[in-house]
């Protein structure tokens, strides 16, 4: 069976930061609202894998530009 789906209407300012976030992690628009409104309503197990992957490597990506030496 698919998946519902859903139609919204957001702002273009949060429009843009979705766009920025999704080319900076290479995941879908779909996966990373799933993930926000998994996260909002507190059952985040139901979030994608390859969402929580793409996640933690963002964030390896964060502490390692921070304790790189220059």
Not at 3 to 27: D, F, M, Y
């Amino acid at each position: 069976m698919s998946k519902p789906q859903i139609a919204i209407r957001i702002p273009p300012s949060l429009l843009e930061e979705l766009n920025s976030h999704v080319e900076r992690t290479g995941t879908s628009k779909t996966d990373v609202i799933v993930s926000a409104i998994a996260t909002y309503l507190g059952c985040g197990s139901d979030v994608p894998l390859s969402q929580r992957v793409a996640e933690l490597e963002r964030k390896m990506a964060e502490l390692e530009a921070l304790v790189k030496p220059k």
